[in-house]
T-cell receptor
């Protein structure tokens, strides 16, 4: 069964460094998302992406964050200058048509900022 | 703004028994979708079941079923014949027809004892 994959599974970085989290959505899906989950808290929406542009973003998704689909398979989240509070689990998700409203999540990347 | 509330931080059930997890939501939209996601210790988010608001019939997926009460804005998850593998955090989530962001509740931790 097709699945969303994410790399790396765990990333440790120092405060102020740039990180890129990578996702490979399900191949025929058109809508892509990033969510984050700070340990022990609920999952929060960051951004949605369709047709090579951002569809919606939350207040969390400030100028430090950016997303890109550099090729036909990858979908990336970049954090330009990481802060301690960016430490969280980051989930990528994809959705086949948008009209089905079924977002399939990847296994997540645990980001630790020291 | 839409909100999702899960009032039970923790629930427990014995193997083979039935348990119901509660979820309420607040929205002014008439068309929307509701979901239950399971998050085991691996922290992968797994879609359990989906309900379209325009459908009166409650969704069912094997041992998982929902009780959707649109007027009361209630969406509970019933797990029948509970298994040890059902132990996880369960998140209720909402998405409006016009939106792209899943809005999650804070989750309910379900423990299953033998």
């Amino acid at each position: 069964e097709p699945e969303v994959t994410q790399t790396p599974s765990h990333q440790v970085t120092q405060m102020g460094q740039e990180v890129i989290l990578r996702c490979v959505p399900i191949s025929n899906h058109l809508y892509f998302y990033w969510y984050r989950q700070i340990l022990g808290q609920k999952v929060e929406f960051l951004v949605s992406f369709y047709n090579n542009e951002i569809s919606e973003k939350s207040e969390i998704f400030d100028d430090q964050f950016s997303v890109e689909r550099p090729d036909g398979s990858n979908f990336t989240l970049k954090i330009r200058s990481t802060k301690l509070e960016d430490s969280a689990m980051y989930f990528c998700a994809s959705d086949g048509t948008g009209s089905m409203y079924e977002q399939y999540f990847g296994p997540g990347t645990r980001l630790t900022v020291t | 703004a839409q909100t999702v509330t899960q009032s039970q931080p923790e629930m427990s059930v014995q193997e083979a028994e039935t348990v119901t997890l509660s979820c309420t939501y607040d929205t002014s939209e008439s068309d929307y979708y509701l979901f239950w996601y399971k998050q085991p210790p691996s922290r992968q988010m797994i879609l359990v079941i989906r309900q379209e608001a325009y459908k009166q019939q409650n969704a069912t997926e094997n041992r998982f079923s929902v009780n959707f009460q649109k007027a009361a804005k209630s969406f509970s998850l019933k797990i029948s014949d509970s298994q040890l593998g059902d132990a996880a955090m369960y998140f209720c989530a909402y998405i409006g027809q016009a939106g792209t962001a899943l809005i999650f509740g804070k989750g309910t931790t379900l423990s299953v004892s033998s």
